[in-house]
């Protein structure tokens, strides 16, 4: 059990044990509380028949129930499937029927959608977490199950360009490399610090960067339920807050708050943004505040963050992503391989300790992602002179709105179902609030109505993959030679879908 999270966590329990571990709202849970609670946790499913390496799902919001429901799934020696509240019935089908979930352990709100997800064939069991709630009290416990820990211990799906959401596998030997990482600069994340969360458990920044480094760090995770601007500001000043971590969307929306202006934020040393265009008055609005934004690159299948700009060099670089971490490398590469010179575009390839060893299940998409040791992105960069990284463009079609990737096939797959339709494309328009935002373009018959569509978006996908724009058109698609679409093209010829095509929701 060395080399595991949970491991990590019985350290923390037995030396510091008094030790906030997790505050959320008005409740602050001890090392020592967090250990027992999730260690009751592991023993009572253990006793409901979990097995190790059984993958187990926890459906919600952020929740200390869902914090030590997830650690107990670790502790049985269960895999965790984090998944995202805002999905609906037929996502949920699909993921959990690709990860072989046997258990999904849910808030009582997400009962009916579970229910649905069972009539449609996923052979899947439900337990409340309320289960969870009952074992919070209890007698003292270090239950867990010995794992391997190049085993996987969660398995966490992002979007892809073939419109099926890809299991990246993540490891504990994995979890305590991207902690050791973290902790080794200047600015990095150490014992007794704190970082304050305003992401969903359900994503690689909350459960990974969140719960798990600070379980393993021994941090203090101060946890919201949801984004309040003004609240995470003065969250930041009572509890001295050194670690803040989230897309542009959450930097803007605090640094829009009331008190933003007169706020003591000079305890925040490590402030990450990455996974959309970082807009420069924003870094201005909180450099002005004494606190250096670090631009960051990263994916889920390379631990999260994979290079960040050093906070001495966040002023001067502000567009770039740093030269790399201290042991997680990359590469800007030609089609052929080769190293891109200075100012070429190329994609990005990554290594390091904190690179999953594949997708669950999925041996051909894992040969096609990793070779020689190095993880291919999808996404276009160029490097300076001196080697900092600058992200272009990606080679994928993903739409990141919020930070949150949608897959232009999923949505698509669903357009192309309605009668009448015969050819759509979506693609990526700018959204002031969201950064980017899936807008539709599609060759249909006249029966065929912008809130037919969106209709039917609204039945099978989350509201965010909804487009926002549906734009009908008589004359076919631009294609390419080999009859695929000419998404360039199309790209091109809607550039100003925003200002050209109103939005219809």
């Known amino acids: ?78 895999v965790v499937v984090p998944l995202n509240p805002r999905l609906v019935g037929p996502e949920l089908h699909k993921i959990l029927t690709a990860a072989g979930a046997s258990l999904v352990i849910h808030e009582p709100a997400f009962e009916p959608v579970l229910k649905e997800v069972v009539a449609m064939g996923a052979n899947v069991e439900t337990l409340g977490l309320e289960a969870v709630a009952d074992l919070r009290e209890g007698e003292s416990n270090d239950f867990v199950v010995e794992v391997d820990p190049e085993a996987p211990a969660m398995v966490i799906f992002t979007s892809g360009t073939t419109g099926l959401s890809k299991g990246v596998i993540c490891t504990n030997r994995q979890l305590l490399s991207i902690a050791f990482e973290a902790s080794l600069t200047e600015e990095g994340m150490r014992p ?23 379980a393993i760090l021994g941090t203090t995770l101060v946890v919201e339920k949801s984004l309040d601007p003004a609240r995470a500001v003065s969250l930041i000043e009572q509890h001295r807050i050194g670690a803040l971590f989230g897309v542009p969307l959450i930097f803007g929306a605090i640094a829009s708050a009331p008190n933003f202006a007169d706020a003591d934020l000079s305890s925040l040393t490590s402030a990450f943004t990455g996974g959309a265009p970082v807009p420069v008055p924003m870094l201005q609005a909180w450099a002005a505040k004494g606190v250096k934004l670090r631009q960051i690159y990263g994916m889920t299948e390379a631990g ?128 002031e ?67 050209n095509h109103p939005k219809v929701r």
């Not at 060893?357 to 002179?385: F, K």
């Not at 509201?463 to 000419?486: C, D, F, I, Q």
């Open 192 to 214: 007794g610090g704190r970082t304050l969360l305003v992401l969903p458990f359900a994503f690689t920044p909350g459960l990974v960067w969140g719960l798990s480094l600070s």
């Open 304 to 431: 999260g963050v994979a290079t960040a700009t050093l906070v001495k060099d966040a002023a001067d670089h502000p567009d770039t992503c740093g030269t790399g971490s201290v042991f997680t490398e990359f590469r800007v590469v030609r089609p052929d391989g080769t190293d891109v010179d200075p100012g070429e575009n190329g994609e990005i390839i990554l290594r390091g300790p904190g690179m999953t060893p594949g997708y669950w299940d999925d041996a051909e998409t894992t040969a096609q992602a990793i070779q020689d040791g190095w993880i291919r992105s999808g996404d276009l960069g160029t490097t300076s002179a001196d080697g900092r990284l600058k992200f272009v463009d990606r080679v994928k079609d993903l739409i990141i709105t919020g930070g949150i990737n949608i897959s232009p096939v999923e949505i698509e797959q669903v357009i192309a179902a309605i009668p009448g339709v015969s050819e759509v494309a979506v693609i990526r328009a700018p959204d």
């Open 1 to 78: 059990m060395a080399a595991t999270l949970a491991s990590a966590l019985r350290w923390w329990a037995r030396t510091r044990g008094e030790d906030a571990a997790i505050v959320l709202e008005d409740e602050t849970l001890s090392f020592r509380a967090l250990q027992d609670w999730s260690s009751r946790v592991g023993a009572d499913l253990a006793a409901r028949g979990v097995q190790p390496g059984d993958r187990v799902g926890v459906l919600g919001g952020n929740s200390l129930e869902w914090a030590a429901g997830a650690l107990g799934v670790l502790k049985a020696g269960g």
């Open 433 to 499: 609030k969201f950064g980017e935002t899936p807008a539709a373009i599609l060759v249909a018959d006249p029966s065929v109505t912008v809130e037919a569509v969106v209709e039917r978006c609204n039945a099978e996908l989350s509201s965010y993959k909804v487009p926002r724009y549906v734009v009908l058109r008589a004359e076919p698609l631009p294609k390419l030679p080999n009859g695929k679409l000419a998404k360039v093209a199309i790209r091109e010829e809607y550039r100003d879908v925003v200002t």
